[in-house]
């Protein structure tokens, strides 16, 4: 069992960063791949990054390549995603989640657990 908890959500102004992170509970944290996805509204979710449980490879949706960068850090239970240069199109509910498979981390069907998600707001 993992629970995760995202903060850092808020509103910022386009061209702008923000850095997301997710605390996660369990002594097992680094037996995980650690996802990021993202919902607007009347969106459908979709992947933003993952990192693997060590942190050896990351994977980005093409979206936020050069802007966002995915990190974990396995002593504290935490990953985090860094976003740079901001656009109002990336304005959604972030979520973080944790994934047991080995494999297509960008299917949201793999995670097993999600956090509630913080809010990214992106002003023109």
């Known amino acids: 069992q993992v629970q995760l908890a995202e903060s850092g959500g808020e509103l910022v102004q386009a061209g702008g960063s923000l850095r997301l992170s997710c605390a996660a509970s369990?002594?097992?944290?680094?037996?995980?791949?650690m996802g990021w996805f993202r919902q607007a509204p009347g969106k459908e979710r979709e992947f933003v990054a993952a990192?693997?449980?060590?942190?050896?490879?990351?994977y980005y949706a093409d979206f936020v390549k050069g802007r966002f960068t995915i990190s974990r850090d396995n002593a504290k239970n935490t990953v985090t995603l860094q976003m740079n240069n901001l656009k109002p199109e990336d304005t959604a509910l972030y979520c973080c989640?944790?994934?047991?498979?080995?494999?297509?981390?960008?299917?949201?069907?793999?995670?097993?657990?999600w956090g509630q998600g913080t809010q990214v707001t992106v002003s023109p």
């Open positions: 990192i693997t449980w060590h942190g050896g490879n990351r």
């Open positions: 369990g002594r097992t944290f680094s037996s995980y791949v």
């Open positions: 989640a944790a994934s047991s498979y080995n494999s297509n981390w960008g299917d949201p069907r793999r995670y097993a657990y």
